[in-house]
């Protein structure tokens, strides 16, 4: 079973960063870990639906990003630390919320494509 764990959310001014961490461990249910597999970014606001925010293909090497987000949030991975991260910079108040990082069923980004694993989500809160 695949267990992902985020960190890095905190309270931070409009304008500022954060830079969030998903660490994966264990593997799927065909023997495979996450390095295999796209990771997804996600984040749900108060009273809101969850909303997709990115997505980066297995190797690092292809990213997709929201409208919302682009040119301002950057996900990256190192697949030898089993770690994706999201680098949020120029943070806005409309950014808070919950942020969540899930294993895709696939190794790259597919619009319409399924999610395996979540995380527990963690806070972000910007203040403005």
């Known amino acids: 079973q695949v267990h992902l764990v985020e960190s890095g959310g905190g309270l931070v001014q409009a304008g500022g960063s954060l830079r969030l961490s998903c660490v994966a461990s264990?593997?799927?249910?065909?023997?495979?870990?996450?390095?295999?597999?796209?990771v997804g970014w996600f984040r749900q606001a108060p009273g809101k639906e969850r909303e997709w925010v990115g997505t980066?293909?297995?190797?690092?090497?292809?990213?997709y990003y929201a409208p919302a987000v682009r040119g301002r949030f950057t996900i990256t991975r190192d697949n030898a630390e089993n770690t994706v991260y999201l680098q949020m910079n120029s943070l806005k108040p409309e950014d808070t919320a919950v942020y969540y990082c899930?294993?895709?069923?696939?190794?790259?980004?597919?619009?319409?494509?399924?999610?395996?694993?979540w995380g527990q989500g963690t806070q972000v809160t910007v203040s403005s």
């Open positions: 980066v293909s297995w190797n690092g090497a292809r990213t």
């Open positions: 899930a294993q895709s069923l696939s190794a790259d980004y597919e619009p319409f494509g399924g999610w395996g694993s």
């Open positions: 264990g593997r799927t249910s065909n023997g495979r870990t996450v390095s295999n597999y796209a």
